[in-house]
């Protein structure tokens, strides 16, 4: 059971928009900044969002990333195939003294 | 070009040890904070463990507190994970990532399987 919870699987066709929750608490994603990553099949997690809304150098304008009390959101416009991949929240928290991930949620492509 | 190649990985008996290491280029490494991630494939991530810039703190998960040892050494330019008494439940591939609260650069991972 992960500290934070994602859904496990979201879907939406190419060229629309989906979003993908990350929920958690006061201790973690309430006090903390949140970093979303994208893991691709057979491949290591890639950093998309930083510091709730960031994006990293070469990451497109199509990631967003939101946050409210102890919630945050990933956004992906303009879907392609090639966004077919697992997406992790992750923060720090404060209670555990340690870093925590959501349990991952698995993004198809129809 | 960061890289960070992490080994030390294999099939060790339950209760055994292991040392993994992740070598690190690309980056002044005395300037950022270090973690190991690790993967049971098919399954999620999970955090283990991380250190600050100097060593000075370190930090781990509940589920191997007690039994992993962070480590670095800013002459080689890289870290560690001592792991001891070592379950079939660490079964994983661990990874190694530049940043503690933000891991922004992650290297491919070495596997540890613990099996009798």
């Known amino acids: 059971q992960s500290v934070l919870t994602q859904p496990p699987s979201v879907s939406a066709a190419p060229g629309q928009k989906v979003t993908i929750s990350c929920s958690g608490s006061s201790s973690n994603i309430g006090n903390h900044y949140v970093s979303w990553y994208q893991q691709l099949p057979g491949t290591a997690p890639k950093l998309l969002i930083y510091d709730n809304n960031k994006r990293p150098s070469g990451i497109p304008d199509r990631f967003s990333g939101s946050k409210s009390g102890t919630s945050a959101t990933l956004g992906i416009t303009g879907l392609q195939t090639g966004d077919e991949a697992d997406y992790y929240c992750g923060t720090w928290d404060s209670s555990l003294s340690a870093g925590v991930f959501g349990g991952g949620t698995k993004l198809t492509v129809l | 070009e960061v890289q960070l190649v992490e080994s030390g990985g294999g099939v060790v008996r339950p209760g055994g040890s292991l040392r993994l290491s992740c070598a690190a280029s690309?980056?002044?490494?005395?300037?950022?904070?270090m973690s190991w991630v690790r993967q049971v494939p098919g399954k999620g991530l999970e955090w283990v463990s991380g250190i600050d810039w100097n060593g000075a703190s370190t930090g781990y998960a509940d589920s191997v507190k007690g039994r992993f040892t962070i480590s670095r050494d800013s002459a080689k330019n890289s870290l560690y994970l001592q792991m001891n008494s070592l379950r079939a439940e660490d079964t994983a591939l661990y990874h190694c990532?530049?940043?503690?609260?933000?891991?922004?650069?992650w290297g491919q991972g070495t596997l540890v399987t613990v099996s009798s």
């Open positions: 990532g530049r940043g503690v609260t933000t891991i922004d650069y």
């Open positions: 690309g980056l002044t490494f005395d300037d950022y904070g």
